[in-house]
């Protein structure tokens, strides 16, 4: 498997493209038109995920500039976080004949039939964000996205450092992102892993807070109310660990100081967060997959190889990095 990494002055120039194309209309929506496009543009169908989290936003921000850049005809679908929505949206573009699907999977199982309609209709997929355990890997072209993995591993290892001094157990909490996504399975997976490496650290409660504010705002105060101990949390992204901050805030505690925070992505508000002091550690999730997406798009239509598998580069960032990084932060 081919394995290609986006470089730092690579990614700023696609960026840079990408706001270029900023002042140009997005895109239309899933089920206007019936046909690929008339006017020989290239037609992508792509099924989002939501609108659940500031990471999303930047998302489909980042695919609606890339393709009007790219000069590709996008139509988009907001699946409200529901996988037979995406299903339907998969279904609708194969009904338009388009020229190619993208989507980046609510969930990870479930998708083998729809792959397989996609495939018989010669229509190429790509996934992008989040991958599917489908044991058919013809059923799409690539994958392009984080290692989540990883990103948990990260945090894990920040706070086995951060706590090596500890000598009695460490209580820790953990908000799961949405039940059975890519994201939510390999943070956890990462992150078990990670904090193995010391006995004292202890995951003490392990809920879903859907990737929401609002869910981590609710999860942390049951967590508050049944664990008298809370020394850390760790949150699968920053949404919901600014949920958290309030129920901690709420509870008469002090976030950041009080209880270890941790969370993933780096968007804009959980930057300042930790910043302010109010996280501790973040691992880095890049939402700026359009340009690279609308390339892929663009080869895969071409009938050109492409590689099996487009890993983003990505960083961490701790307070004092968080400072120097949040004037020139985009998203
Ligand atoms: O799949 C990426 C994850 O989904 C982001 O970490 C999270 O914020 C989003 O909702």
């Keep these: 498997m081919t394995r290609t990494t986006i470089t730092r002055r690579s990614l700023g120039a696609l960026l840079a493209a990408g706001l270029l ?4 209309t997005a895109c239309g929506n899933s089920d206007t038109g019936d046909s690929a496009s008339g006017d020989g543009k290239i037609v992508l169908g792509f099924s989002q995920v939501g609108a659940e989290s500031g990471w ?10 890339a393709a009007a850049e790219a ?21 609708n573009y194969i009904q338009q004949k388009v020229d190619v699907i993208a989507f980046s999977p609510v969930v990870e199982s479930g998708w083998d039939t729809v792959l397989k309609e996609a495939k018989d209709a010669k229509i190429p997929v790509i996934l992008t964000d989040r991958a599917v355990d489908s044991a058919d890997k013809s059923l799409y072209k690539t994958f392009i ?33 949405t039940t059975g996504s890519a994201p939510a ?21 392990s809920q879903s807070g859907d990737f929401t504010r609002a869910g981590g705002k609710q999860v942390m105060e049951q967590f508050l109310k049944a664990n008298p ?43 300042q967060a930790l910043a302010d002091g109010k996280f501790n550690f973040i691992a880095e999730c ?8 609308m390339e892929l798009v663009k080869k895969v239509k071409a009938g050109e190889e492409v590689p099996a598998r487009v890993e983003t580069e990505e960083t961490t960032f701790t307070q004092e990095q968080a400072k120097a990084a949040l004037p020139t932060r985009k998203y």
């Design 71 to 91: 000069g590709i005809e996008l139509k988009f679908d907001d699946a409200q976080q529901k996988q037979e929505n995406q299903i339907k949206a998969i279904r």
């Design 21 to 24: 194309a900023s002042g140009l």
């Design 286 to 293: 890049s939402p700026l997959l359009g340009p690279q997406l």
């Design 145 to 177: 996205g984080s290692d989540f993995v990883k990103e948990g591993r990260l945090a894990g290892e920040w706070l086995v450092k951060e706590k090596q001094a500890a000598t009695g157990p460490v209580n820790i909490v953990e908000l799961q992102g």
């Design 229 to 271: 101990k809370i020394d850390v949390l760790f949150a699968h992204n920053d949404d919901m660990g600014l949920g958290a901050l309030e129920a901690i805030t709420a509870a008469g505690k002090v976030p950041g100081k009080d209880i270890t925070i941790i969370t993933i992505d780096a968007v804009k508000d959980g930057m």
């Design 56 to 65: 999303r936003t930047a998302n489909t921000t980042s695919i609606k500039e």
């Design 185 to 205: 399975n390999d943070r956890k997976k990462g992150f078990a892993e990670a904090i193995g490496a010391n006995p004292n650290l202890k995951v003490v409660a």
